[in-house]
């Protein structure tokens, strides 16, 4: 008589959209398959997600092929504020989210100081090892860390990124606590904590600090709260992945595993925040964008404000705040200064008034709209998209040229080619935008390249933009910005962030190579205002080719080594590193062709801290745009060079230098494990996926089912 054995194979989607598979199983007789067996037989199937034989369900991850065969991994657009990833004896990756976070913000002038502090337990019986990433401004100077586990506070320091990742490797196997800090992007770091003991708690704390934006007479500050779903593009690649990693690492996007984030959108995650708030002038009005917030004033400048009602709030989009001047007058310059030694450090907010009387509306322009409704931009972030979108073309002039081109895994353009934006053509154009919907995968190359090659003979009349629409929630992001700084040309690119947590590296990235400019939209309502604040500066006089000169008797070494275009009613930020303090600046340029040049007396001085560090981040940045967009290998090999000294000097992580901190006291007995091996437990089904996910896990199911029974029949 046969051995018989019965499996069990359920398929279950719950109501708040999980897709879960359990696996049971009941033999009778000798051959039953173990657990064990039963993994084998799932080994020899090739390319299937990853699946386990246990009671507990586990994610299903869903792929999908584009027409190259490149496999597109669609993720879950379940964001979260920083987690860490615990790995667990029983070859499971358990993901426990922040219990609580506490921030607290220093507001001096135009710079914010931030320390973040995050607190997490170890409820299991294990000694485990945690990888916890989190997000921060992309503009931020990262430059402290320190970690409190238990009675102990470790303290970070800094070292090139090969030897902190030794130094933590040889503290983790000495059972000594220890913890690592990285950047995986300017916006996205990760902290891994060695030797967390059974039950424990532990504190992280990362301080960095940033400038605040200034247009017209508003200033602003913004901290994120999620890590974005980022869309993976590329063929898979056979290098180690980051522990709990739900992305493998692909030709396009060699880091993947590290800067996409298994999570649980169910779980409570409190965020408390708490500023300290002292502008240096008046202000009329202090406002958070997207939360309810209590204003305490302590004196005629100073105020505190923290977070309204219960004093905490989930983390479910970024935190803005903005404050406006009582002045209705703008300066053309303000300037803050610090001395460090002998040098100085000069921060400039610059506006210079245009000298030409120039009929600005009689310049026709060409625009071409690039709108994202892949899967992450579904729910209120389309609906934002759409209606911005529409808002754009309807103010459109008839002398005007545009096109749209709409994209997720694949791009489809109105027109073939820009047209008049007559009546006829601006209503096609919204009906367009009303069909949009959002499904697929975030793929916005072909579209960018289909937007820089539709240039004709006739948009050499035209003044020539692109705006651009997105959530920008990708993982290659090098490769967008390549493409967009080796294409512009005479062409301005325009990033318009949707959504409540847009990656925002890659949106002032795209304006700053694209010689245009960038907003965010965070919700509906916002949507008229912010898109006429950014049509105004696309209709308005522009001063392109700048430089800033001082006199001749002053060496100054500029952050950036760039100005940038300046439009109507924008400042911009400029930070240098002085012998001695001027007592003018000079601005000069192009608008529309005509000479501009303008000097402007310093008058008054600010004092301000920080400023040295600034010019660091300031410095480092303009040489990494230097080194994703050469291939020469000496060139990049100083510049790695160049950029390490710089984060020593600093103390300032970077993509070569980072914080490491060691407990010299071992802590874990030798005789227990530190342990590792993972299974993802829980991720909501992912919205950037197609209506490919019932079909792949039928598919799956069915071949589950075809391997159980090939085993029955050869035995």
């Known amino acids: 008589m046969n051995n018989l054995l019965i499996t069990l194979v359920v398929l279950t989607i719950s109501a708040s959209g999980y897709f879960f598979i359990t696996v049971s199983q009941a033999g009778l007789g000798n051959n039953s398959l173990s657990e064990n067996q039963v993994k084998d037989q799932f080994a020899k199937v090739p390319d299937l997600p990853s699946i386990s034989t246990g009671s507990e369900p586990v994610l299903i991850k869903s792929v999908r092929t584009n027409q190259d065969n490149e496999k597109q991994f669609q993720h879950s657009k379940v964001d979260d504020f920083g987690s860490i990833t615990y790995q667990l004896s029983d070859s499971s990756f358990m993901t426990q989210l922040a219990l609580d976070t506490d921030v607290k913000m ?39 860390m320190k970690m409190k586990i238990g009675d102990r506070t470790i303290i970070g320091k800094i070292q090139e990124v090969e030897q902190a990742r030794k130094t933590y490797n040889k503290a983790k196997a000495l059972g000594q606590k220890t913890a690592l800090v990285e950047s995986q992007r300017p916006n996205l770091f990760t902290t891994n904590v060695a030797n967390i003991p059974p039950g424990g708690t532990i504190k992280v704390a990362i301080e960095y600090q940033q400038t605040v934006q200034r247009d017209q007479n508003q200033f602003s500050i913004r901290f994120p709260m999620l890590i974005g779903d980022r869309f993976t593009s590329g063929r898979d690649i056979s290098t180690p992945v980051s522990p709990g990693a739900v992305a493998s690492n692909t030709h396009l996007v060699k880091d993947a595993s590290q800067v996409v984030s298994l999570t649980d959108n169910r779980v409570d995650r409190p965020v408390k925040i708490n500023i300290d708030f002292n502008p240096g002038f008046a202000v009329s009005q202090v406002n958070g964008s997207y939360h309810d917030i209590y204003v305490q004033n302590q004196d005629d400048y100073r105020k505190t404000i923290h977070l309204a009602k219960d004093q905490s709030v989930q983390a479910d989009r970024d935190f803005e705040l903005t404050w406006t001047t009582t002045s209705k007058e703008e300066s053309e310059l ?208 522009v001063l392109i080719n700048n430089k800033v000169t001082f006199p001749n008797h002053i060496h100054a070494e500029q952050g950036g080594l760039m100005v940038p275009d300046i439009y109507d009613s ?146």
Do not use: C
């Open 106 to 144: 220093s507001i001096n002038g135009v710079v914010n100081r931030v320390r973040l502090e995050q607190t997490f337990t170890n409820p299991t019986n294990d000694w485990v090892e945690g990888v916890y990433r989190f997000p921060v401004p992309e503009d931020a100077a990262v430059d402290q």
């Open 570 to 715: 924008q400042y911009v930020s400029l930070i240098y590193k002085m012998d001695s303090l001027p007592k003018e600046v000079t601005f000069s340029g192009l608008e529309l062709n005509k000479s501009f040049s303008k000097t402007i007396s310093i008058n008054n001085k600010f004092n301000a801290v920080g400023l040295d560090i600034l010019w660091a981040k300031r410095r480092i940045e303009n040489l990494m745009d230097e080194y994703i967009n050469t291939s020469d290998s000496k060139k990049r090999a100083d510049i790695k060079d160049r950029v390490i000294k710089l984060g020593l000097e600093n103390h300032l992580v970077t993509k070569f230098t980072a914080l490491v901190a060691v407990d010299v006291t071992p802590s874990r007995p030798g005789d227990e494990t530190l342990v590792s091996k993972p299974v993802a437990k829980k991720v909501k089904a992912p919205n950037t996926a197609t209506n490919s996910e019932i079909s792949i896990l039928v598919g799956l199911l069915l071949l589950i089912i075809s391997v159980f029974v090939r085993r029955l029949r050869t035995k």
């Open 334 to 541: 303000a300037v803050f200064t610090q001395k460090k030694g002998e040098d100085h450090y000069v921060l400039l907010m610059a506006k210079p008034a245009v000298q030409n009387e120039l009929d600005h509306d009689s310049i026709p322009r060409e625009v071409i709209f690039i709108i994202d409704s892949s899967g992450s931009m579904d729910g209120s972030s389309m609906e934002q998209a759409r209606k911005a979108l529409k808002q754009a073309i309807h103010r459109l002039k008839a002398t005007d040229r545009f096109n749209v081109i709409d994209f997720d895994d694949r791009f489809t353009p109105l027109f073939k080619e820009a047209m008049p934006a007559i009546k006829l053509n601006k209503k096609r154009g919204g009906d367009f935008a009303n069909r949009l919907d959002a499904n697929g995968g975030t793929m916005p190359l072909n579209a960018i390249q289909f937007a820089f090659g539709s240039r004709d003979r006739k948009s050499e009349r035209y003044l020539r933009q692109i705006v651009f629409l997105t959530d920008g929630q990708v993982s290659n992001e090098k490769q967008i910005l390549r493409e967009v700084k080796s294409n512009i040309q005479q062409d301005r690119f325009f990033s318009i962030g949707i959504g409540s947590a847009p990656n925002s590296f890659l949106m002032k990235k795209l304006a700053q190579y694209g010689k245009g400019a960038f907003t965010y939209i965070g919700k509906v309502a916002e949507v008229e205002s912010k898109m006429t604040e950014l049509f105004k500066k696309l209709e308005s006089p």
